[in-house]
């Protein structure tokens, strides 16, 4: 068997192991397109999910992105109720120098060729500009400017299921959800981060902020007044909640020791270093977990409502269930004994399986 044999069975293997339908992999010289589009399951749905903009160090940790993040937009759509499946694109490629009109152009190219299989919007390193581009060769696309028919900035509503999903926490931990006067460190102040320290000043919770942009930092700690903490003092501080809101993998192996929060609840996706053993780690610390993927939903519910028509009462109205889907999802982990990241994971797949009946019975 030669060399590149091994790499293409090593790629399947990986495929069936997280259970994808299809990953394409883009290459366009002419405007120095490398993009991964994975198709993870489209059961309830097309696969609707961000692309992701990123100086990947090789090809493999693309792909590795690329379908850990597309197998959590399946869970997302499917415990948030939503008639979507899950998918993900990632562009090789830095997003400050290498973008450029013709290379979202021939991206959405890529995407009109699945057919409506892939539905995208936007990610890390991408934006409502690269929206627009793409949607000049392909209608699915989502998270085009409400000029032209989209739904607008997703970050108000991410928080405002974030502050949901907190507040069901706090009703589990300290038996009232009434916020004031707790206290809550939010790591990573950007978009989504900005909305929830006004969520939370408003309901007079202390605030404490990180980030790794200074400027950006005083701005928000003043503004709202919260108090600004350095980076490497969030995991050992004495409040109530931790809200990561920056990047995924911070609860790990170094930074759980350290901590005494009761409950962590933010809208990075994949918090968890490793889903298994930090999400039992937790349980076993007695630190609540509100499973990422479904408190940060207010972003996919955003793109749902601009595939639909539905306005923004609708939007709101779906994204105010996620309070009780994550009272759901804790009263299955008590009942069971088991980390609320598998309780949510139970639910979403069991959605999934009824819904696959369904179908094959008509
Ligand atoms: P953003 O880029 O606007 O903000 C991220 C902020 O985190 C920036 O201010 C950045 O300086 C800061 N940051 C980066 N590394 C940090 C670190 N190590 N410590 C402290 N701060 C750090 O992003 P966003 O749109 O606000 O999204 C935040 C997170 O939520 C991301 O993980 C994103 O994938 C996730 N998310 C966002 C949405 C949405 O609607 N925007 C929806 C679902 C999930």
Not at 16 to 33: A, E, I, Q, R, Y
Not at 242 to 254: H, I
Not at 263 to 278: D, F, K, P, V, Y
Request: proline share 2%; with cysteine.
């Amino acid at each position: 068997m030669s060399a590149n044999t091994t790499v293409v069975t090593s790629i399947l293997d990986q495929l069936s192991s997280l259970g994808h339908k299809k990953v394409v992999f883009c290459n366009d010289p002419d405007t120095g397109l490398k993009a991964i589009i994975a198709v993870h399951d489209t059961t309830l749905g097309p696969a609707l999910g961000g692309t992701r903009m990123w100086s990947y160090a090789t090809e493999a940790e693309a792909l590795e992105d690329v379908l850990r993040l597309s197998r959590g937009m399946t869970y997302k759509a499917a415990i948030t109720g939503l008639n979507l499946g899950g998918g993900t694109a990632v562009i090789i490629g830095d997003s400050r120098k290498g973008k450029s009109e013709a290379m979202m152009r021939s991206y959405g190219r890529f995407i009109k060729n699945l057919n409506g299989e892939f539905i995208t919007a936007e990610d890390v390193g991408t934006t409502m500009r690269d929206m627009e581009y793409i949607r000049m060769e392909t209608s699915h696309v989502t998270g085009v400017p409400e000029s032209i028919g989209g739904a607008g900035d997703p970050s108000p509503v991410s928080a405002k299921g974030v502050y949901l999903g907190i507040k069901a926490c706090v009703k589990e931990v300290f038996g009232t959800d009434v916020l004031a006067g707790r206290s809550v460190v939010v790591q990573g102040i950007g978009s989504v981060g900005e909305h929830l320290v006004e969520l939370l000043r408003n309901d007079n919770v202390e605030v404490f902020v990180s980030d790794i942009n200074e400027e950006r930092l005083q701005y928000v700690a003043k503004k709202y007044k919260a108090k600004a903490v350095e980076a490497d003092r969030v995991f050992g501080l004495d409040v109530d909640i931790y809200a990561p809101c920056a990047l995924g993998a911070t609860v790990n192996d170094s930074t759980i020791p350290k901590m005494k929060f009761a409950i962590i609840a933010g809208s990075a996706n994949n918090q968890l270093a490793n889903e298994q053993t930090h999400g039992q780690l937790l349980l076993e610390k007695n630190i609540l977990f509100a499973p990422d993927y479904l408190i940060n939903a207010g972003g996919l519910i955003n793109c749902y409502s601009e595939l639909t028509g539905y306005g923004k009462k609708r939007t709101m109205q779906l994204t105010e269930n996620i309070y009780e889907a994550t009272r759901n999802v804790i009263k299955l982990s008590k009942a069971e004994n088991i980390p609320t990241i598998r309780a949510a994971n139970r639910i979403a797949e069991q959605r999934i399986i009824d819904i696959k009946k369904i179908k094959s019975s008509f």
